[in-house]
Nanobody, 116 residues
Framework: QVQLVESGGGLVQTGGSLRVSCTTS????????VGWYRQAPGEERVWVGHITRDGLTMYAGSVKGRFTISRDKNTVYLQMNSLKPEDTAVYYCAALESGRTRYDYWGQGTQVTVSS
């Protein structure tokens, strides 16, 4: 089992920055990647980006160049810059186990609201 807890969400103005954290625990030796997803009101959850075990990162086109994923020990960070109102969503982190093709472990989410 793997546990993930997000923190650091909040309210920020357009153009501002915010960093959310994902603290992981449990059987981490078998985790290939930690991903970030977001879900806006009335919309489906969408992939934002991920960081692999080897530190490689990938991002969705909508956030590339503005968002950065990094890792320090068991915590994964999502640094969000130049925020826009359309970035408003609940942000989730998730863990991908080795050999799996879908994220099986999820955090509870943290709300990020960008005011115009």
């Amino acid at each position: 089992q793997v546990q993930l807890v997000e923190s650091g969400g909040g309210l920020v103005q357009t153009g501002g920055s915010l960093r959310v954290s994902c603290t992981t625990s449990g059987r981490l030796f078998n985790i290939d990647a930690v991903g970030w997803y977001r879900q806006a009101p009335g919309e489906e959850r969408v992939w934002v980006g991920h960081i692999t075990r080897d530190g490689l990162t990938m991002y969705a086109g909508s956030v590339k160049g503005r968002f950065t994923i990094s890792r320090d020990k068991n915590t994964v960070y999502l640094q969000m810059n130049s925020l826009k109102p359309e970035d408003t969503a609940v942000y989730y982190c998730a863990a991908l186990e080795s050999g799996r093709t879908r994220y099986d472990y999820w955090g509870q989410g943290t709300q990020v609201t960008v005011s115009s």
